[in-house]
């Protein structure tokens, strides 16, 4: 093997996600002095479920397709995470990604413990009925490992409402007709119809511009006039540059998995927004717009960066030349420990992604919490609501900043592993 070739081979992401995860814990373990049996405990996943299973395609071909669940922790209630659509989906990927749940339903102090899953796969090469054949068939594989009081599911990349639909009806499908409405919160991110939360959609972007407006609020910044630049101009990204528009900042970069453009004099996020869903996606070409190379996004001059797409997208390589005075992470593990603490070192500040993006799994309980009480809440008491208990998180992750003399990512953790060390201590370990 070349030495490019290595190098290439250790800059894929599914390879640094775990590595990444397990840096951060174990440098917040030693901040916390945590319990050494409990950090045993911590750093393994209780389950790692791949399943294997056949298809039947448009053209009659059966297709095999192999599909990941894996649940990290539960001792703080049933497990819960996003299932994602990925070609680079593997089971170290997914690993990372469940402990990351993990941390961020104890830090957001909700009833819920870390999962996460999904299949390998390029949706964009199927379509939409052997899309849906997939995830049924995903679903039925699953069987009891997952379940509204055990183990709940959500979107993430590349799935949507619609996907969570079908999950929701396959599962339901599986139980006596007496119990099958008593399931209906099997997944979260459903279509508001099909027993979804007005505003999950924009549940997590909305968290995002959240905690970029409380950090600016305690630096005495306004946003009107500010900077940003958005990486994945998804769900989350969009929805993140949709309200910081609102509040007066300007988009001047978009990258995604068609290309990256830009404009310093600013992007309409609604015209964007109206442009790509009229090209499939691809904003390429949208007026008054240019390309550069995807090397070149985030030197960017901006304020803020959002990176709202995949994990380890911010490295030591890049992170020298990011011009911004905040990065605000979208994403799951965006940010690679050696770029933090080259941002940091630089004055760049970082919110972290179990602080930053936990507006969706915040909205997911809401959603959870409707449909188990036979509720129905509206869009502007859930936005009410989302606002205030992401405000009380940012306060008291910026309270331990404070006091301990350490970043917002290590506060976090501290809170988050702190509360799970708390209920073992007080529940014991069985037998």
Known sequence: MTLTKELKQKEQPKQGMLENVMKQFNAAAELVDLNPNIKKILE?????????????????EVEIFKGYRVQHNNALGPYKGGLRYHPTIDIDSVKALAMWMTWKTSLAGLPYGGAKGGIQIDPKKYSNSELERITRRFTYALGENIGPEHDIPAPDVNTNAQTMAWIADTYMSTKAPSERSKNQHVVT????????LEGRDRATGFGVFLTIKFWAENKKIDLSGK???????GNVGYWAAHFLELEGAKMVGVQDAFGTIVNPEGISVEGLFDFSKNNSGNFIGFPNSSSIAKEDFFSLDCDICIPAALGN???????PFIKAFLVAEGANGPTTVEAEQILLSRGIEVIPDILCNSGGVIGSYFEWLQNRNGELWELEEILVRLNKKMSEVFKKVLKASEEKGIDMRSAAYVIAI???EKAYIQRGIFP
């Open 227 to 233: 900077t940003f630049i958005v990486q994945g101009f």
């Open 189 to 196: 991110g459903k279509p508001v119809g099909s027993g979804g």
């Open 418 to 420: 702190e509360r799970i």
């Open 44 to 60: 393994v996943t209780n389950n790692e479920l791949i399943i294997h299973f056949p298809v039947r395609m448009d053209n009659g």
């Open 313 to 319: 997208q911010i490295t030591a390589e890049n992170a």
